[in-house]
């Protein structure tokens, strides 16, 4: 593949899970990929695997000034891809506030700090891609930080979208439902995992490649006219419940 050939990509939370595979596909298609995570060790070890065209770059989102850094490395900047998140569990009335202010600063104020830096390093025809969930629409017991703060990035998206249109540079999100990650394993391996496969109408949960072709397209030219939207790749959870998680 090489449709990305001449091009330069940064992914946030490239060391595992979604961000990784989605750093793989640009990097297969020809572009150069700064890969951006706070785990040190993993982010190089992905970098090493990808190979030449493949940058490691050390940085937690949420410190704007290490962030900024990271992304002025891969300017000029054609791709931008927002992976970093986290989630956490707890009733609301149990919640204490410095954790959900944790889960905001990373999952919201993060992708923030995120698209700030890259559009300002981005010439036209650029596309920014952040990384949603199902949850961004359908409410979870017990995910109220994480639930919250996806809703929030599919707004700011869509402001994104509105303000920096007139640049050409497009902004979109993608919806994941469950998938199958090293975050995920409360879910993906326990007796829960049942009651999602129940209100998946595909019958299974996802990998991390779905997400990765999703990304794919919205990174490319096939995409050119797409701008605004939360792309659901969820195996069609959103038409079916969120398994209960509290009181089981």
């Known amino acids: 593949m090489s449709g990305l050939a001449g091009r330069r990509a940064a992914v946030t939370g490239a060391g595992s899970g979604i961000g990784r595979e989605i750093a793989r596909r640009p990097h297969a298609a020809g572009a150069a990929v700064t890969l951006i995570d706070i785990d040190a060790d993993a982010v190089r070890t992905v970098a090493a695997e990808l190979g030449v065209g493949a940058e490691p770059a050390v940085a937690d989102v949420t410190d704007e000034a290490a962030l900024e850094a990271a992304v002025r490395t891969a300017a000029p900047l054609h791709i931008g891809v927002n992976a970093a998140g986290a989630g956490t569990f707890g009733e609301i009335t149990e919640l204490a506030a410095d954790e959900w202010r944790r889960i905001l600063d ?3 104020t993060g992708v ?9 390093r981005m010439p036209e025809g650029g596309s920014i891609i952040n990384i949603a969930s199902l949850n961004a629409r359908q409410p979870a017991q017990g995910l109220s930080a994480y639930c919250a703060a996806k809703a929030g990035v599919e707004m700011l998206t869509k402001v994104a979208a509105m303000e920096l249109g007139a640049r050409g540079i497009r902004v979109n999100a993608i919806a994941p439902g469950l998938v199958d990650t090293p975050l995920t394993t409360a879910f993906t391996q326990s007796e829960i995992k049942d009651e999602f496969l129940d209100n998946t109408p595909l019958g299974r949960i996802g990998a991390p490649e779905d997400i990765a072709s999703a990304a794919l397209f919205l990174a490319g030219d096939d995409s050119s006219w797409m701008t605004g939207d939360l792309m659901l790749v969820d195996g069609g959870g959103h038409t079916m419940r969120h398994p209960k998680l509290l009181g089981r």
């Not at 923030?112 to 300002?120: D, E, T």
Request: hydrophobic share 50%; glycine share 0%; proline share 0%.
């Open 112 to 120: 923030f700090l995120s698209v700030k830096h890259q559009a300002r």
């Open 106 to 108: 990373l999952c919201l």
